[in-house]
């Protein structure tokens, strides 16, 4: 009882292999494929909507900046006009020499005028906005003149200068919550140190318009970070 040629259940499988459709195989192949592309295209549109969501971000914080530069310019029109104050990327600009006389820290009644001509402007524009104003006093690199016991270095006399502005300004009407000073004696100059013109540019006393910090009180701080 020989065999006749019947194939084997091994045989059956192989076949059913090799006879397998082609379109099946590229089916799931193509199948692969269409997973991998969506996979990218995915990715790729998140990067996209976060740089998109940057540019409006950055968009955005520019055209308020510029409202408030442009608000801040119509509010001080008429300080600005008289030639005493400048205004550049939001800082007001007094000369030193219009407020002060050299090495001292005592107000001209000039200075004091300017002064009195700011503090109605700054008082609504302050008031609309949650924002304080930092009075910053400045020197030249020069070192305070000999004899001049007052001061110890130009750090204490912008200190002074800017105190008393500050002073000035509540005098004049400015809420004392409104306003504080600071002292950058003769560092962040805007012209150079080497002339005579340079060093009274950078003999000045800056204002400028900052965020209010608003601090939580620390029980309502604690009890936040322990809420569950």
């Not at 740089?51 to 968009?59: C, H, I, P, T």
């Not at 003999?203 to 620390?218: N, S």
């Amino acid at each position: 009882m020989g065999g006749t040629g019947h194939s084997s259940p091994l045989d059956d499988t192989d076949d059913d292999v090799t006879n397998a459709p082609i379109w099946a195989v590229f089916g799931d192949l193509m199948s692969g494929l269409v997973g991998v592309f969506v996979l990218v295209l995915v990715g790729v549109m998140v990067v996209q909507m976060d740089l998109v969501s940057s540019l409006q971000a950055e968009v955005q914080k520019r055209e308020q900046e510029e409202a408030r530069r442009m608000a801040l310019e119509q509010a001080l029109a008429g300080p600005l006009q008289s030639g005493r104050v400048t205004l550049n990327d939001g800082r007001i600009g007094i000369s030193g020499a219009v407020l002060f006389a050299l090495g001292s820290d005592e107000l001209r009644p000039e200075g004091r005028q300017v002064l009195q001509s700011l503090v109605p402007p700054l008082k609504v524009y302050l008031g609309e906005r949650q924002e304080m104003l930092m009075v910053s006093g400045f020197t030249d690199d020069k070192g305070v003149q000999q004899g001049n016991k007052k001061f110890a270095d130009n750090w204490e006399l912008s200190a002074q200068r800017a105190l008393t502005v500050t002073r000035a300004l509540i005098e004049e009407g400015m809420p004392r919550s409104q306003v504080f000073s600071a002292a950058f004696g003769a560092e962040q100059p805007v012209a150079s140190n080497a002339d005579a013109q340079g060093r009274a540019q950078n003999r000045r006393v800056e204002m400028a318009p900052v965020p209010r910090v608003v601090r939580q009180p620390v029980a309502a701080a604690a009890s936040a970070a322990s809420a569950p």
